[in-house]
């Protein structure tokens, strides 16, 4: 390229500032191919080349007929995403011959899909990860996060002789804690089906061996679980808000389950309100006992000096 091409290709290009007023600020508006200055209102160019498809479409359906890219790679399929499927739906309209011989292509295909024992185990996970995602409506990032996590698992061999039910809700589990989605171990367990004192030891054994740091639950981020849960307004959730704060500040949470903490200062709230629950219907929705509930309440009625009109 010459010094003349060159210097005709950098007068072609927007700049930076607005040459009328000197200003920054800058709107590239790509549907009339125009650079405005916001300040001034100056155009300063009209030729903004179009980075996007060649085709246009309308509706989802035209533009997914008419894309020719794949999906993206993602970490919840074991192969990322980037291999090929033969469907049967891809084998229809042959003549028989050629059927037969995409059969045994798409029968082969299968087999050959897992390399070996580590992608096998990593399938299975992954497909366990996706039921237990869906019936507790978990966001996207948290099954990311826990495939690659599984991932780490199988790199360090934690998995062989192990459950991989366990162990992917474990791995779950961690990334509702790293993604502060507030998903109880309880309700994991329920869902998968399995011990809750099993997931238990697999996320320990996570946590230690992974090196991962997961900050402790706090008691404010029950408060409006559990009101909803109980159908408590928001005056009472606030109330509970407040009673934590208090509780706080008299280090009365200290050493203490947040769940604890959270379902206590909820059922102090409902009575200040005059919108009763009984010990044993927050008990159960916080998923703790009865003794844990009365334990805390009377810590909070005494120290924090509380009074309940009844």
């Not at 072609?12 to 001034?40: F, I, N, Q, R, Y």
């Not at 300063?44 to 035209?62: H, N, V, Y």
Request: include cysteine; charged fraction near 30%; hydrophobic fraction near 35%.
């Amino acid at each position: 390229m010459t010094i003349t091409e060159e210097r005709v290709r950098l007068k072609s290009l927007p700049s930076k500032t607005c040459p009328e007023c000197g200003s920054s600020s800058l709107v590239h508006d790509k549907s009339t191919a125009e650079v405005v200055c916001t300040s001034c209102g100056f155009v300063i160019t009209t030729k903004l080349p179009d980075r996007g498809p060649e085709w246009r479409a309308f509706t989802p359906e035209q533009q997914a007929k008419k894309i020719r890219v794949g999906a993206p790679s993602t970490f919840v399929i074991h192969d990322k995403g980037l291999s090929t499927n033969i469907e049967k739906r891809d084998i229809r309209g042959y003549p028989s011959e050629k059927r037969a011989q995409l059969h045994r292509l798409r029968r082969w295909q299968r087999r050959t899909r897992f390399s070996g024992y580590s992608e096998r185990n990593l399938a299975s996970a992954l497909t366990e990860m996706h039921r237990v995602a869906d019936s507790l409506e978990l966001p996207k990032n948290v099954l990311e996060t826990a495939a690659i996590m599984y991932r780490k698992a199988i790199k360090k061999r934690l998995t062989r002789g192990r459950s991989v039910r366990a162990m992917a809700v474990a791995a779950i589990y961690v990334a509702c804690r790293q993604c502060r989605v507030l998903r109880t171990i309880e309700e994991l367990s329920q869902s998968a089906g399995i011990s809750k004192v099993e997931v238990a030891r697999y996320y320990r054994l996570l946590v230690k061996n992974l090196g991962f740091f997961v900050s402790p639950q706090k008691a404010n981020n029950y408060i409006t679980k559990f009101c909803t849960e109980l159908g408590l307004s928001g005056e009472i959730e606030d109330t509970a808000y407040d009673i934590i704060q208090i509780a706080k500040e008299l280090r009365l949470t200290y050493g203490r389950a947040a769940k604890g903490i959270a379902a206590a200062a909820c059922y102090i709230a409902s009575k200040i309100s005059r919108d009763y629950r009984t010990q044993r219907e927050v008990a159960e929705i916080a998923q703790i006992t009865e003794v844990t509930l009365r334990n805390r309440y009377k810590e909070f009625m005494k120290k924090a000096w509380i009074i309940v009109s009844l």
